[in-house]
């Protein structure tokens, strides 16, 4: 689920009353007995990154073991580098075991990082290196090893702020790039379209700089590279003044939401969707920019939210009719909720709770009708309660985009953490390619490299670049190799 604070409170609110009332009657007698049957959850992930001051590994000592945030995926390194220049990164791009694949927050859920050879944290190529106007846009230069919400500190204490945000921002600037991260509203694509210039480490420890007039085609691929490139050391990012934005949030019925979204998509700076499974409920939230002026905030109750959804599951998972018969008498439908804060402050979210994730990005005009299966799918299986998300993303041009060539309606659907969560690719993947989805590139999937290459009209260009920047293939795991059907 990818809620704010705000939005996360007004759900709790309206379900709280509701659930108390049944759980009396029936948490007691009948609690173990519907609880759909799930594995344990899975023991806390360790963090993706080692400590920035850690010493690099040496030949006598075992480096720490990596695992990312949703804890599926797992590696032993041979080494885990933390460059903290860019001479000692060419040094290592050189000379450190492969194959080298770089690790921020660890929030893919594909295998995109683990390696038997070389993991490199850009914890320390971080930071605000320069801004100002130049040539009639205003820019900011940061090390690619910062992560989104320092990100946004460092730009709000310059009176500047991002365009758009995703709705989690522990990401490095590097990973978000390299996976097109983004949030929602039609009139923005993702994080890598306001790229307007980067630095690459090529695998022979050669610094390139590009842009879309310097090495145009570079920059088409490095825009969303999947590490495959080498790695970024400098983005260089169009950003704005300061700004603040109004959220509004609503529940109706799920039918009213998705007659009614691609009109409040137009109509509003951001909007998106969240449909509660089994409630016949909807969440809408919208942004827009308003004045710099008074916050107006509220305290966040993500994990409530989610809690009240589980026991709903959990009471009544094997009674779908009465489970939905309790919600709609919970839901207040004509509660709203409205904030007002500085943008990153409304935009991305902390997540506590953990979760794998599948997501799909379909043709705009695709959107609702694909999002109406998904629903369907999800809600033949009881044990599902996390709300399937729905952004709108703008088209763009960079190589390997989900985006690539057409505006975009994205739809998430999630599974906690240590229960089972396959079926987000064995049965949400027949409905994604039935409208043409492309995957999210750090979200479970299963599509093959013939898939991938029918999607992608630049793939084969893509693949001639990496070749040329990587021909030994030191950014290449088996997996990676797989992927990109590198054979």
Not at 350 to 372: D, K, M, W, Y
Not at 420 to 446: C, I, M, N, Q, T
Request: glycine share 8%; proline share 7%.
């Amino acid at each position: 689920m990818s809620a704010s604070p705000g939005r996360r409170r007004l759900l709790h609110t309206a379900l709280a009353g509701g659930l108390s009332m049944g759980a009396n009657g029936l948490v007691g007698a009948q609690a173990t007995a519907n609880t759909p049957k799930t594995a344990s959850p899975a023991t806390t992930p360790a963090p993706a990154t080692p400590s920035a001051a850690s010493a690099p590994a040496s030949a006598a000592t075992t480096p720490a073991q990596w695992r990312n945030w949703s804890g599926i995926h797992s590696c032993q390194p041979a080494t885990w580098q933390v460059p903290g220049t860019v001479d000692e990164l060419a040094e290592l791009m050189r000379r450190a075991p492969g194959p080298i694949r770089c690790v921020g927050a660890g929030h893919s859920f594909t295998a995109l990082v683990p390696t038997p050879g070389t993991l490199l944290s850009l914890d320390r190529l971080s930071g605000l290196r320069s801004h100002g106007p130049k040539d009639g846009q205003s820019l900011a230069t940061l090390g690619a090893g910062t992560r989104l919400q320092v990100t946004s500190r460092l730009l709000d204490a310059q009176g500047l702020g991002l365009n758009n945000l995703p709705d989690i921002d522990a990401q490095t600037l590097a990973g978000a790039m390299a996976t097109a991260t983004h949030g929602t509203g039609v009139g923005f694509g993702a994080l890598h379209t306001d790229l307007a210039g980067l630095s690459l480490m090529t695998p022979s420890g050669q610094l390139l700089q590009c842009s879309p007039d310097k090495l145009p085609e570079v920059f088409a691929a490095a825009q969303v590279s999947l590490g495959a490139l080498g790695v970024l050391t400098e983005v260089t990012l169009r950003v704005r003044p300061r700004y603040h934005l109004q959220r509004r949030v609503w529940l109706a019925k799920t039918q009213d939401l998705l007659d009614q979204a691609p009109a409040l998509a137009a109509k509003h700076r951001q909007f998106e969707l969240y449909l509660l499974p089994f409630t016949g409920y909807g969440a809408a939230i919208t942004h827009d920019e308003v004045p710099v002026g008074q916050v107006q905030r509220s305290a966040a109750a993500d994990e409530d939210v989610l809690r009240d959804l589980r026991r709903l599951r959990d009471w009544l998972g094997r009674w779908p009719a009465l489970r939905r018969w309790v919600a709609q008498r919970a839901i207040d439908p004509n509660q709203t909720e409205q904030m007002t804060d500085v943008s990153w402050k409304l935009l991305s979210t902390q997540r506590p709770t953990r979760f794998n994730e599948s997501e799909g990005h379909v043709p705009r005009e695709s959107g609702i009708a694909c999002l109406r299966e998904v629903l369907a799918t999800l809600e033949k299986r009881n044990e599902v309660f996390f709300p399937i998300e729905f952004r709108y993303i703008r088209g763009d041009q960079a190589w390997l985009s989900p985006f690539h060539g057409r505006d975009s309606c994205s739809i998430a659907a999630h599974a906690m953490q240590g229960e089972p969560h396959d079926y987000l690719v064995s049965e949400l993947g027949p409905v994604f390619r039935r409208h043409h989805a492309r995957p999210h590139w750090g979200k479970l999937h299963d599509r093959s490299p013939a898939e991938l290459r029918a999607l992608y009209p630049q793939w084969n260009a893509f693949a001639a670049v990496r070749r040329e920047l990587d021909p030994q293939g030191r950014m290449l795991t088996p997996y990676m190799r797989q992927l990109l059907g590198e054979t």
